[in-house]
């Protein structure tokens, strides 16, 4: 009993070292955005403020070029929203397709799309960006919504190995009822897909709200700024950056992520273990 003890003394030890390490730049981030911005690279090693100020915030908050950091949340909310409807419809209604629908190529099709996993951004870029030049598209959030409603590969691979484990006697029963292919894939493959559907919404909602690089090729006026754009704003390489703010922002835009992960990762972990269980 003694060794059965401290062997899980040692364990829950060892974790939140481990724990606590990982968490060092979180903590140091927020205890940062507490501090005058003159002092925070001055006084690295110190984790207690002096003086304490609650100026960074006010000072982030009030944003730049008129618009308030309120306006940068409230258009990447936005941003986020159209993206979790376009991954999913579209993922879904996709691999609803490839897992249970016989079509010519569908094997083919699959390995395509496979393939395009491994195809980086970088390569698409240039093209895209010429294509939504000529759409009169820039300067809005079309170019960054409109692919997700054409469906992303990795959650469709994610819809199709979870699909996978569904029985089909479930979708004879009910065609056998009445049910027509929509019908089967609204009335008994969605609601049985709501763990995987949940994992692909909070991934579209991370990769989303953290997206900087697609935004600033789209985006040119600071009233559609996105708050990864904002935070880059608070940097400056012809003038003093006020690292204070950008700090105390990027706490304030950490709050919904960390508040996603604790309220839904059972889905997260669910969704993912179960896509996996059959091939």
Not at 13 to 25: M, N, S
Not at 69 to 96: E, P, Q, W
Not at 172 to 197: K, N, Q
Request: aromatic letters at 18%.
């Amino acid at each position: 009993m003694l060794k059965s003890k401290l062997r899980y003394f040692l364990f829950h030890l060892i974790v939140g070292g481990f724990g606590i390490l990982l968490l060092y730049p979180v903590i140091w981030l927020l205890i940062s955005s507490f501090k005058v911005s003159e002092d925070i690279f001055v006084t690295v090693g110190s984790l207690i403020p002096s003086p304490f100020t609650f100026d960074n915030y006010t000072q982030g908050w009030e944003g730049f070029g008129g618009n308030s950091f309120g306006v940068f949340i409230k258009n990447t909310l936005i941003f986020v929203i159209f993206m979790l409807i376009g991954h999913l419809i579209s993922c879904s209604l996709i691999a609803f397709g490839f897992a249970r629908l016989k079509f010519f190529g569908r094997g083919f099709w699959f390995a395509i799309m496979i393939a395009s996993l491994m195809l980086p951004y970088e390569v698409v870029m240039i093209p895209q960006y010429v294509i939504f030049s000529k759409l009169g598209w820039l300067n809005s959030l079309a170019p960054l919504v409109v692919p997700a409603y054409f469906g992303h590969p990795f959650f469709i691979f994610l819809l199709v190995q979870f699909i996978r484990t569904i029985p089909r006697e479930l979708d004879e029963a009910a065609i056998i009822d009445g049910c027509s292919t929509f019908g089967v894939y609204r009335r008994i493959i969605l609601p049985l897909i709501t763990p995987a559907l949940a994992t692909t919404a909070i991934f579209t909602f991370y990769w989303t709200w953290d997206n900087l690089l697609g935004p600033v090729l789209y985006l040119n006026s600071p009233n559609k700024y996105t708050v990864s754009m904002a935070l880059n704003m608070f940097l400056s390489n012809d003038s003093v950056s006020n690292w204070g703010a950008m700090f105390a922002m990027s706490i304030v835009t950490l709050i919904p992520v960390f508040g996603i992960f604790f309220l839904f990762q059972r889905y997260v972990v669910e969704g993912i273990s179960t896509s996996g269980i059959k091939g």
